[in-house]
């Protein structure tokens, strides 16, 4: 029994590191207002005329 318990946690942590490793993983949840990355770009803000 402890075999499978060390196994799953062995398994758990190898899982972790991985996603760690892969750049940009969101587990977050369930997102209803994902935007396109190109459409995350803060662009820089437009200055007005005369300032």
Same mark, same amino acid.
């Given at each position: 029994?402890?075999?499978? =318990? *060390? +196994?799953? %946690? *062995?398994? #758990? #942590? %190898? =899982?972790?590191?991985? %996603?760690?490793? $892969? $750049?940009? *993983?969101?587990? +977050? $949840?369930? &997102?209803?207002?994902? #935007? !396109? !990355? #190109? =459409?995350?770009?803060? &662009? =820089? !803000?437009? &200055?007005? !005329? $005369?300032?």
């Amino acid at each position: 029994m402890w075999k499978i =318990a *060390v +196994g799953f %946690l *062995v398994f #758990a #942590a %190898l =899982a972790l590191w991985m %996603l760690s490793k $892969g $750049g940009d *993983v969101d587990i +977050g $949840g369930e &997102k209803h207002d994902v #935007a !396109p !990355p #190109a =459409a995350t770009i803060d &662009k =820089a !803000p437009e &200055k007005a !005329p $005369g300032k």
